[in-house]
């Protein structure tokens, strides 16, 4: 029987058999086999921190299949990512398989291997090791740390401020950095400050500028003209003297290339270059890792894309060396190979840098294989691997100073001019930020970098002839908003969490409306500010950055095997568990007027006018304050309740009107090139969407609606442009076939959101899919997913329609074209068979009932228990835009709910989300 290699995702495993051949089976476990149950308990302190585990039934069945597929084998081999994840996915599968008597007589090993190669497959199979204990016990560590802190702090935050979400570990600590940098800059006040500039010609009349840097024999400070009236008494200085070269000074600087990428610098660097959030990024890279199909062959294109190290494998730099001698000349090639040692707090450096398997494999080579966001991405990684082991850029720096005869008055000019560009030729970081921010609207971006321009040659005692002498004003500027690459880049510097984990940290931050990204910018919502106050005041310490960087340094111990996770978990356990009761006693008055007071300036800015911007407008007498009601906070009048004002933390249409520029009317991104009509960007009553000319008649004089589509959630209406806008108008778009059935998989928008189709089985895209550019290997994955939940039995013996079992919301259920029927409870799904499910279509066959259309949820919640809860149940093609679910009905008075108590019985218990 062949041996077992037990991997992670289906396409990884299909590309994995292809390298082993026959001799090996290899499976995929679909990520995590099991987890920690959502509920309390599951993590028992007083037990030394017992841990309850659960499987689904997708984790289940994969397990049984492993299982299957070693009768009669001889070796498992566990190969899982080469991280702490990985490992534990490794862990669980085997304690799994253990439990059910599957590893008996087995040998069991753990095989890692950092690219989907053939070479490094087939090496990590000839040396496999034991499982790594340490790396288990800090994966316990932080599983049970994250689990505490969730499911204690959060109920607190539900008694103490209705409304709130969630609280974590890290997340909570990256919502205070984003709040407090809010509150730097609404604390800020612009400060003016000039500056005097004079255009000069040298002997050979060349051009060049300088700026006033020492008037009346001083060097002149930021603030030293601090007004019009200074300004113009200094241009007057300059204007009135002749002036000489005072000095020249040239010096050469190297400029040393950056280090290929890890997770966290792939992320900055995505972001500003790209436009990619920290999602998409890992989405796209993990699509690169696992490979894509080149030549009738499935290739990794890069190493694994979770890493903190910065060294590069001998044989990839010794291959990249020889590329860069062979494409760029030996002067290009460092005498030796450069070495790389991370400057991130916390670093482990277990892994190699991103960098690409085959550096032959260049993206002009491999371009047409890839979508754009792939082909994006893997050209950043390649050309910043390659740069990274390219010889230094040397620049000629001048500083050219320029006096009056007094030398009281002088002027400085700069420039640099590269004398070899290095790895200039291939990398230019400092250019590419620049365009980035430019297109993010980041003031200052188009300004010109002095150093980077080119004086003319000059030598000391040349008299130069003056031009034009300006005085320009400036304000200081705020702090900047974090962007997901400078908080990416300030949580690493801190040492809080690990990079691997920001992506889905920053995405839980908007999930939860704590915050918003606009313009590439986070900005918190009142709710965060909410959070985040309420957690600093009471629990000051679990939110403080020194202290989550030091308890990162304990469980990165724990994975060097230097602590016992248990200790880690009971020292930070007793603290927090008195923090926690000291807020027992804790009243909701009491949290309003600590969030009240510290909130206050937010909530109620100072008026210009001088009036006090908490007077009621409503009554005489009232003030305004922060109140809270079952569904959040809201302002209110204290002179309630003869007063009954109240507004909502944020004004009406903050949210979404004047965020995106479309409050006036639609914005024309351009034209379609096949039918010349406007392609326009417009806001609905229920969301941002685009639309395709303006509608017309039909051949009856019936007036036709546009075409329209919606907008998906990640999607910037400020950086929308004309191509992706006419690619949404063109969904659904096929992707491919599926090599099983022959079918097109096609991805399109829904009511539920964007989604994948083949044959009958749908499947909604996850945080970080694009619908526009969703690759095979992808969808496959996606489509894997979907099948898990639908079994097929056979044909029909009446009419040979299909007959599935699905996986629904309230348990599996038999279907047969439009008849359903729902399973007995000790009927499981992977026991039915075609004649049981026959049979109970028949006896119990009920017809689907479609979706009423234009009532969303409204409609949905109605729907026979059945109809699309399975993974192939149909998600409805939305016009879009659509108008969401009518405002829930007052119950009419005086009318009784007695006769709606039956109905209501028979409805199953809602759960509560954390």
Not at 265 to 294: D, F, H, N, P, W
Not at 698 to 715: H, I, Q, V, Y
């Amino acid at each position: 029987m062949p041996d077992v290699v037990v991997v992670e995702s289906p396409a990884k495993a299909k590309t994995i058999n292809k390298y082993l051949g026959g001799d090996y089976t290899v499976l995929a476990s679909f990520g995590h086999v099991r987890d920690l149950p959502p509920k309390d308990g599951s993590v028992r302190p007083e037990e030394d921190f017992a841990m309850d585990w659960e499987s689904e039934d997708r984790g289940e069945r994969q397990v049984n299949e492993i299982a299957r597929a070693l009768r009669g084998a001889r070796r498992l081999f566990l190969a899982t990512d080469p991280d702490r994840e990985g490992e534990a996915i490794s862990w669980h599968v085997r304690e799994m398989l253990a439990r059910k008597g599957a590893l008996k007589g087995l040998e069991v090993r753990r095989i890692t291997f950092n690219e989907i190669t053939k070479r490094a497959v087939q090496h990590a199979i000839a040396h496999p090791r034991d499982l790594d204990a340490p790396l288990i016990d800090a994966y316990m560590a932080r599983r049970a740390l994250d689990y505490l802190v969730g499911f204690t702090l959060s109920p607190v935050l539900w008694r103490k401020l209705p409304g709130s979400r969630s609280a974590g570990r890290v997340q909570s600590v990256a919502l205070r950095l984003i709040c407090e940098r809010e509150a730097e800059i609404e604390a800020f006040r612009a400060r003016e400050y000039w500056s005097v500039e004079g255009r000069f010609l040298t002997p050979q009349g060349a051009p060049f500028s300088a700026r006033l840097t020492h008037l009346n024999g001083k060097k002149l400070e930021q603030f030293d003209l601090p007004d019009e009236a200074s300004a113009m008494r200094a241009k007057a200085a300059v204007e009135a003297d002749e002036f000489s070269v005072l000095s020249v000074e040239k010096r050469r600087v190297r400029r040393n290339p950056p280090p290929p990428f890890t997770t966290s610098t792939l992320q900055m660097e995505a972001s500003r270059k790209l436009g990619m959030g920290a999602q998409q990024a890992m989405r796209t890279a993990q699509q690169l890792y696992e490979g894509v199909e080149i030549g009738g062959e499935t290739v990794g294109l890069i190493t694994y894309m979770r890493t903190d190290g910065v060294q590069m494998a001998r044989e990839a730099i010794a291959s990249i060396r020889d590329h860069v001698k062979d494409e760029f000349g030996k002067d290009y090639m460092p005498a030796a190979p450069r070495e790389y040692q991370s400057k991130a707090k916390n670093a482990q450096e277990a892994h190699e840098a991103i960098r690409p398997t085959d550096v032959r494999n260049t993206p002009e080579k491999v371009a047409r294989f890839l979508d754009d966001r792939q082909r994006r991405l893997y050209e950043l990684i390649w050309k910043r691997a390659v740069a990274s082991q390219m010889q230094s850029a040397e620049l000629d720096q001048t500083t050219v100073e320029i006096a009056d005869p007094t030398k009281q008055t002088i002027l400085r000019a700069t420039g640099s001019v590269i004398a070899f560009d290095g790895f200039l030729k291939l990398y230019r970081e400092d250019e590419d930020d620049r365009a980035a921010d430019a297109r993010a609207g980041i003031a200052g971006a188009a300004a010109e970098d002095e150093d980077s321009r080119t004086l003319p040659p000059m030598r000391e005692r040349d008299p130069v002839k003056r031009g034009e002498v300006t005085a320009s004003q400036h304000f200081t500027q705020p702090p900047p908003r974090f962007s997901e690459a400078t908080l990416v880049k300030k949580l690493e510097e801190l040492g809080i969490g690990r990079p691997s984990t920001y992506a889905s940290i920053l995405q839980t931050l908007q999930d939860r409306d704590y915050v918003k990204l606009e313009k590439r910018r986070f900005i918190p919502e009142d709710r965060g500010r909410l959070v985040t106050s309420f957690l600093v005041k009471f629990f000051e310490r679990y939110v403080d950055t020194g202290f989550t960087a030091s308890l990162e340094e304990r469980l990165d111990d724990i994975s060097d095997g230097k602590v016992d996770w248990r200790a880690v978990m009971r020292a930070f356990w007793e603290e927090f568990k008195k923090a926690v009761d000291a807020t027992k006693d804790l009243k909701i008055s009491d949290v309003i007027d600590v969030l009240d007071e510290e909130l206050g300036p937010h909530f109620f800015p100072a008026r210009g006018d001088g009036t006090d911007p908490r007077a009621c407008p409503a009554c005489s007498g009232g003030r305004l304050g922060l109140r809270l009601g079952r569904t959040g906070a809201f302002i209110g009048c204290s002179n309630y309740p003869e007063c009954r004002y109240t507004r909502p933390l944020i004004a009406p249409g903050a949210e979404g009107e004047g965020t995106t520029g479309l409050t006036e009317g639609p914005r024309e991104l351009g034209r379609d090139p096949a039918s010349g009509e406007a392609v326009t960007v417009r806001r609905g009553p229920y969301g941002v969407y685009v639309q395709l000319g303006e509608g017309g008649t039909d051949e009856k004089g019936k007036p036709t609606k546009p075409r329209r589509a919606s907008l998906t959630r990640d999607m910037d209406p400020d950086t929308l442009d004309l191509e992706r806008a006419l690619k949404l108008l063109s969904l659904p778009r096929i992707v491919g076939r599926d090599p099983e059935s022959g079918e097109e998989i096609t991805a399109g928008l829904g009511r539920f959101g964007p989604y994948i189709k083949v044959g009958s089985t749908y499947q909604s895209l996850e945080p970080g899919d694009d619908v526009l550019s969703l690759g095979m290997n992808r969808a496959m994955e996606l489509l894997a997913k979907a099948r898990a939940k639908v079994r097929f039995l056979g044909q029909h013996p009446k009419d040979g329609v299909a007959v599935e079992i699905r996986k629904g919301r309230f348990g599996p259920y038999a279907q047969h074209g439009k008849t359903v029927a729902n399973l007995p409870r000790n009927l499981a799904m992977e026991d039915a068979t075609l004649e049981q499910a026959v049979t109970l279509l028949a006896e119990k066959g009920k017809e689907l009932k479609p979706l009423a259309k234009g009532r969303g949820k409204a409609a949905a919640t109605k729907r026979s228990k059945p109809n699309g809860e399975a993974a192939g149940a149909e998600p409805s093609a939305p016009p879009a835009p659509r108008k969401a679910a009518a405002a829930k009905p007052k119950a009419a008075a005086k009318k009784p709910a007695a006769r709606k108590a039956p109905v209501a019985k028979k409805a199953a218990p809602r759960k509560g989300k954390a």
